[in-house]
């Protein structure tokens, strides 16, 4: 079970970091529901070549975190080390998919966008699958 919860979390960071990077870079694709935007469609958080790399790059380390945790890589950390950053993630990933922010989470208040729509079908589950995943994978391993 470790495993096929250690390949779900990989699969998601890396296609959340793969297109983080693409809109980095320029890439349009998806682009028009990556941010979240007010009732009105104008946008409600700055579009940002470094905003996309940053978030990008976040989740390229925190897929190593997950995999150096696993032991499929190694880093040079501790296995405690390892998951206190787990434990954080879990808790980051599950607070954004429940967030009742405005623009963004499952009990978020604007609901009419493009945006929300993705969020709701995808973003926010996935950062719930994230944190549970994370939690679940620091609940069975014990540390080294």
């Known amino acids: 079970m ?4 250690v390949a779900l979390c990989s699969a998601i960071l890396l296609l959340g ?4 990077l693409y809109w980095g870079f320029g890439g349009r694709i998806g682009a028009g529901v ?5 009732e009105d469609g ?5 579009e940002t070549a470094f905003g996309a790399m940053a978030v990008g790059l976040i989740l390229v380390l925190v897929l190593l975190l997950v995999l150096g945790f696993a032991g499929a890589v190694h880093l040079p950390l501790s296995q405690s080390l390892l998951k206190a950053g787990i434990i954080l993630w879990a808790i980051i990933f599950t607070a954004r998919a429940l967030s009742w922010s405005q623009y963004f989470g499952l009990f978020k208040r604007v609901r009419t966008t493009r945006f ?3 969020d709701s079908w995808f973003y926010s589950p996935s950062c719930l699958l994230l944190g ?5 994978l620091a609940l069975s391993q014990t540390a080294e």
């Not at 990556?34 to 007010?38: E, F, K, Q, S, V």
């Not at 549970?132 to 679940?136: E, K, P």
């Open 132 to 136: 549970l995943g994370f939690f679940y």
């Open 34 to 38: 990556a941010l979240p935007r007010r």
């Open 116 to 118: 929300a729509s993705y």
């Open 17 to 20: 970091a793969g297109f983080h």
């Open 2 to 5: 470790t495993t096929l919860v």
């Open 42 to 46: 104008t946008p409600a958080i700055k």
